[in-house]
């Protein structure tokens, strides 16, 4: 019980940073209540997982230029490596909001792909 109220008061914590990253760009807002995430064009393109760990999307390209230059890794998420997503690493959440041109371009990204919405409709 003790382990689980200071995972809660973590994840809690870093909702609030992840908040102050989602609130730098007016096209999109959070979703989710146990799982915070941000999606358009019914694409997932940032996640504050349980592990209290904060990815974002990117191109190819961009994820491998990203990794270099925070030394930070892919990002797993319920023990899986999530296709296109980087960590953000904890010693950078103090300045979150300097990750605010990342989001914009996890955003047009997921924009650029073929719309999944609608599929569960057809």
């Not at 023990?79 to 997503?85: E, F, R, S, V």
């Amino acid at each position: 019980m003790y382990f689980e109220n200071i995972m809660n008061d973590l994840w809690k914590q870093k909702l609030k940073i992840y908040e102050r990253l989602i609130n730098t760009n007016g096209n999109f807002s959070r979703k989710g209540k146990t799982t915070a995430y941000t999606s358009v064009n019914g694409y997932m393109f940032s996640l504050l997982n349980k592990e209290s760990q904060i990815g974002i999307r990117l191109p190819k390209e961009s994820a491998e230029k990203f990794i270099r230059k925070f030394n930070t890794t892919r990002y797993k998420s319920h023990g899986a490596w999530m296709k296109d997503y980087v960590l953000i690493p904890e010693n950078e959440h103090e300045e979150i909001e300097k990750f605010a041109p990342y989001l914009q371009e996890s955003y047009e990204f997921v924009m650029s792909l073929p719309s999944k919405k609608g599929k569960k409709e057809q």
